[in-house]
Every structure is written in C-alpha cells, then in structure tokens.
C-alpha cells in the first residue's frame, strides 16, 4: 500500500444562504457530498488553492530515537483569511486493525519551525481495517489563527509491538534507510473546521501601536514592528500599528513612505522585514495630526474589539516643552513630512484622549509613550480625566525604544493581565534591559484622586514657596541646583519629589514650607504606582517643568491646562513673591483650536480662548463662502471656552469655523462624514 494522505476543510461562510451550508472540500477541490461514503476518494495531497487548505507531510521534529521513539506527522494548513478552528478531524489509514491514544495538536506555524502550541488534546483513533476512519474532535473554544499552522498527532510507542502502528515499518518513507514503502504501513491524516470569522474574536488586550517613523528615528521603528512580531501570541490579545515612514533613512521593506496600518503576526527570523498582515495603505498621513490618531484608535477599537485597550505612542516629543525655544517641539509625534506635532501646551494631546475616550465609551485603560520627556506633572494633567494608566519616562528614550518582545513574553505568561499589571510589566522590562547600558527611566502613574490630590499640593506648595521669597530665597535656589535634571542647555525638567526633598532637608525654610514639601512627596509616593530608574537614583517617577534661569520660561506654559487650573507653580518659577491672594492675572492670546474629533461624524467639541471679555461670534460656513448656522454670538468673559457642534441637519462635506472678536478673526477647517 502506497502511502495516500487527505486533508479537509468544513467551511462556513455568511456571506449567502447558499454558502452556509457546510461543505468538505478536499485538496483537489472535491466535494464530500459527491463521493460514496463507504468507500471514500482519497486524494493524494498537493498544494491546493489559497482558499481552501495548503496541505504537506512533515514532522515538525527529528524525533525518532534509536531505543523509543515519538512519532509525529503533522499536516499543515494556510487559511486564506484569519479564521476560528472549531474542530480537528483525526484520521487513520491502514491495513489492519488498530486503535490507539494519541495526543492531538495545533501548532501556529513560523517560517522554517514549528510555533508555539495552540491547542492540545487526548482522541482515540477508531479501529479500521483495511480502511479508512475518521474522529472528528471538537474544540471547547474555538482557536483563532491569522495565519498558516499546523494539526498533527503525537503518540508514544516501545520497541515491543502491539499493532501494526507500532512496527518499524509505519515510519514515513522519506525517513526509511531503504526509501522503500510497506504495506503494514499505519497512516495518519488530518483535517480542520473551520469559520471564517466576520468579525475578531473578542480579547482581553487590544494594544493599539502609533508609530511615528516620518523623522529620523525611521530605521527604530522598523526595529520595534519587528521587535513585536518576534514576542506576540495571537491567540491572546491582539496588537495593531500604524506606521509612517520618512524618505530617508531606512531601505528595507520596499523603503515605501506611506502610512501603512499593520495587525502584527509572528515572525521569529532576524532582520528588518516585516511580515505581519497589511491591513490598508492610507497613503501619506500627518502623524502629527490629532485627528490621524483618534482615526487609528476609532479603526483599531471597531475591528479588534477587547475588554482593554493600551495605546502606544511612539515618535519623537518633548514632553510639554524641551529646548532652545525657536526648536523645541511642544508636544509628541514629530511628522518631518508635514512639519507637525501633536502639541501639549496647545491642548490637543489631551482633546485627543478626550476623543478616545469617547470612542471607547469609557478611560483608556493604558496611555504609554515611547517617547522622550514625557513624564511630566503637567502632561499627565492633560489627560487625567481620560486615561487610568499614564506610562512615560521623565528622561530621553533610547534609540532602541521599548523592548517589546520581552514585554509581548510577558503578555503571553499573563494575557490576563490587569491595566496596572500590564503598565508595570512595562516599566519592568524597559529599566531591566537598559540596565548597565543606559541611562533610563520609566514609570507607571495612576491617574485617580490620588493624581488630583498631587497636583492640589504642588499648587499649595508653589504658594508656600513663594511666600517664602520664591526664586530669591537662597535655600530654594540652593535645592534646585542639586534636583535631579532631565534636560541640556537650558535643564528645563527636574524630578518633582527630589526637589521636595531638597525643600525639606532646608533647616532656614520655615515647618510650613518643608511640611508642604513633606505632602508632595508622600503624594507622588501615592500617585506612581511603579517607577524604574538606570542611572538616576534621585528619579522617583514624576518630572516638573523648573528652569534655573527665569529668562528662559516659556510663556507657552500658561496654555497648560494644569496652569489654568492650578496657576501657582507657574507664578512660583516665574519669579512671584506675593503668593496666592496677589497673582497676577495670566495672559490669555486669542486662539481657536483644530476641532476635535476632525473628520466628525457625530459631534465635534469646538475650543478657544479669549485675551479678555469681548464680544464674539463663532460660526460655521460651507465651502463656498455661506454661512451656515451661527454658533455663538454675544459676550464672553477672558479664558477658555468650549462649544460642541452637532453634525445633525449639516450635509457630509467642508466647512470652516470663524471666530470673531472685534477686528481678530481666528478660522479652522472642519469635515462632515455624515
């Protein structure tokens, strides 16, 4: 008896009534239903279309021994689509009568090997003789795949044989000394059902992965796709990225230069190519545009539904402010292309969490930034009343990023993983692998009344200080030259608790001074829930903007909403004495910024600031010059204001948004989906 091998699929489909029913289809295309069931085809296997099964023979390890021996023949299948394995079907093949206890598996495939397992089971193969049986084994949960993987069986046999599977012969040929073929060979032969699913099994984690590689830091982000590639299980959670390239810099992987949207897959091989599944090429898309963020999380949210969601920001920042002022970014996601940021101090970093929560009906669970100087006080404050989670480093991020395979490793162990869990693992494996080689720092914050308690006792300790004498006072002037610092020419970020503790260890500062700096460290204790330092013992997880030298504020960080809110430690470092009762009022300048969300389809919240009370209106025009609908006319006092514009009753297409204040005009784009 020549050796014959069959492979099937049971397809269900939704697209028709016809198509739903269930149907064998065998690697030559033939159908179940049209052969005698009593005395089946068996078609030897070839490479059948991509649309049914791809099937070979082969074991997925040299593993028989010279004493016992473990046999393994596997079959392996690309599905033309990610699908759900509802069932295995476990055939054997031979010429006498046989039943034996096999361990049945499913594999996911990586190029060259054998994956991890996905699936593993006890069956039975049903006696035969000279025949063919089948056991179809089903699947208490259903086993997504994205990809090719692999069904095969594992049994343990002794040299003492009991039935003809356990004679010598019953080896493949291809593994015979002779390369001959025996008749008492056993032969065993798989199959799958199958769903394709029209919508992605529901998850624990959807980690959503903006990478912004349009700037220098190209050749990085093409390192970390395939730093995630490398650590991921599919059949756990999910990780999405949409990845921008820059002109230059990096060659591999076709050197495209588009906006590309990525749901990773596994790939163990070295190198820079990615091999995850394309999900659409968007063409050349701003990054540094708030609304291309909130498009990515709106598609990421829909198409991969979970219980919890991480968003990954990836791409060069400053935090709220870094630098020489003429270069310093305020914000995240540089796009060289299009020569913008997401900015902080202008407030659409944290309209864009505002949005995000919006979609996901609920905080994001983790906010985690690849990106340097972002673990500031008052970048978390943008985005404390969207976010749980808010991960960020205090220092620059090194070349290298996060080690996203050890992190994914992790996930694996623990695909269960609470937000605070996973945030931790985060900061974890990201000080644990750059120890010894870099200078790092990671932290993790909770951003519940224990954030809001911190930021109330920096704004009361900000009053004590200047009560003190502020900037003039010797001992305070004394603990920031020894804080710990973040940043060259000028060192604009100090770590907030080592500041405070400076205060405190001041014998000429007054109790109600060093008791106030006593609250905001015991506050920051409370409010970073992990923190990890290489190289910066004095780091304690929180950083605050503080130049030494007065001349070189900003005055871009009274647009922050943490100096709306809580304007004392700007007075404090801005060099006020007077304290809480004297401030002086904060300059306000006329702005009215980009709607968000933009393009909308709902609802878009219109936001601006007025220098001082005056008279205004606000309203929207179409593409022609009309005037649409007026949204505000009348008086408003100095200060921030926020409109929410209902797209109900607008046709889909361009608008503008004017704001008038006398002979001021301020005007922003706005697109209707609807």
């Known amino acids: 008896m020549r050796k014959l091998f069959f492979v099937a699929l049971f397809v269900v489909s939704y697209v028709s009534v016809e198509a739903s029913k269930t149907t064998m289809l065998f690697s030559k295309g033939h159908n179940y239903q049209n052969i005698n069931q009593t005395n089946p085809f068996v078609v030897k296997s070839t490479k059948g279309p991509i649309d049914t099964l791809t099937p070979e023979l082969l074991p997925p390890f040299d593993c028989w021994g010279t004493d016992d021996r473990q046999e393994y023949e596997a079959t392996m299948f690309t599905p033309a689509k990610s699908c759900s394995i509802m069932a295995i079907i476990h055939g054997v093949m031979s010429d006498t009568a046989a039943s034996k206890t096999c361990s049945l598996f499913i594999w996911d495939d990586i190029p060259g090997d054998i994956g991890p397992r996905l699936f593993s089971t006890e069956t039975m193969a049903i006696a035969t003789d000279s025949g063919i049986s089948l056991n179809v084994v089903p699947l208490t949960s259903p086993v997504y795949v994205t990809g090719p993987f692999w069904v095969g069986n594992y049994e ?254 992790s996930l694996n162990a623990n695909y269960s993983a609470t937000p605070e869990e996973l945030a931790n693992i985060m900061v974890n494996k990201y000080t644990n692998y750059y120890n010894g080689t870099d200078e790092v720092t990671l932290s993790s914050v909770l951003l519940d009344d224990k954030f809001v308690h911190l930021s109330a006792c920096v704004d009361t300790f900000a009053v004590k200080l200047m009560q003190a004498g502020g900037r003039t006072n010797g001992d305070i002037d004394n603990a920031r030259y020894y804080t710990e610092e973040y940043f060259e020419s000028p060192n604009a970020h100090i770590d907030l608790y080592d500041f405070a503790s400076h205060i405190k260890g001041k014998s000429g500062l007054s109790s109600s001074v060093k008791n106030w700096a006593d609250s905001v460290m015991n506050a920051v204790n409370s409010a970073v829930v992990r923190k990890g330092s290489v190289g910066f013992d004095s780091s304690h997880g929180m950083a605050i903007y503080y130049p030494y030298d007065v001349e070189d504020l900003d005055t871009a960080y009274i647009q922050l909403s943490f100096t709306q809110d809580l304007p004392n430690w700007w007075d404090f470092i801005n060099g006020d004495t007077l304290g809480i009762s004297d401030n002086p009022k904060i300059p306000y300048t006329l702005t009215l910024l980009s709607p968000m969300p933009n393009p909308v389809s709902s609802y878009a919240n219109l936001r601006y600031t007025l220098p001082n009370k005056t008279n205004v209106s606000l309203q929207l025009f179409d593409l022609t010059g009309r005037l649409v609908k007026t949204l505000y006319s009348g008086e408003q006092v100095a200060g921030n204001h926020t409109l929410k514009l209902q797209s109900v009753g607008l046709s889909k297409g361009i608008y503008f948004v004017t704001l008038k204040t006398g002979t001021l005009t301020k005007t922003q784009k706005l697109t209707i989906l609807r």
């Not at 490398?230 to 002109?247: E, F, H, L, M």
């Not at 968007?282 to 709106?298: K, Q, T, Y």
């Not at 991969?304 to 020489?324: Q, S």
């Open 156 to 409: 343990w046999d002794t040299l003492m044989p009991t039935t003809a599977i356990d004679t010598i012969n019953s080896l493949p040929s291809a593994y015979n000394n002779d390369g001959d073929w025996y008749s008492e060979d056993v032969d065993y032969f798989h199959g799958v059902i199958v769903k394709y699913d029209t919508v992605t099994i529901h998850k624990k984690w959807t980690i959503l992965v903006y990478m912004n590689g349009d700037n220098g830091s190209e050749y990085n982000a093409t390192l970390s796709v395939n730093k995630l590639e490398a650590g991921i299980d599919t059949s756990k959670y999910t990780v999405v990225v949409q990845y921008d390239r820059n002109p230059g810099f990096d060659t591999s992987n076709g050197n495209w230069t588009s906006t590309r949207r990525y749901l990773i897959t596994p790939d163990l091989n070295p190198g820079m190519i990615i091999r995850s599944e394309l999900k659409s090429d968007l063409g050349e898309i701003n990054m540094g545009d708030p609304n291309s963020l909130v498009d990515f999380v709106r598609w990421g949210v829909q198409t991969y539904p979970a219980d919890n969601y991480a968003l990954i920001m990836w791409g060069p920042a400053d935090g709220w402010y870094k630098g020489a002022k003429k270069s310093a970014i305020k914000g995240t996601s540089y796009d060289e292309t299009d020569g913008s940021y997401i900015g902080v101090a202008s407030g659409e970093y944290g309209r864009a969490m505002d949005s995000v929560k919006t979609i996901l009906g609920k905080n994001l669970d983790i906010l985690a930034n690849d990106a340097s100087y972002m673990g500031m006080q008052e970048v978390a404050y943008e985005v404390k009343d969207n976010v749980d989670f808010f991960v960020a480093s205090e220092y620059s991020v090194p070349i290298n990023d996060y080690p996203y395979d050890e992190i994914l490793d």
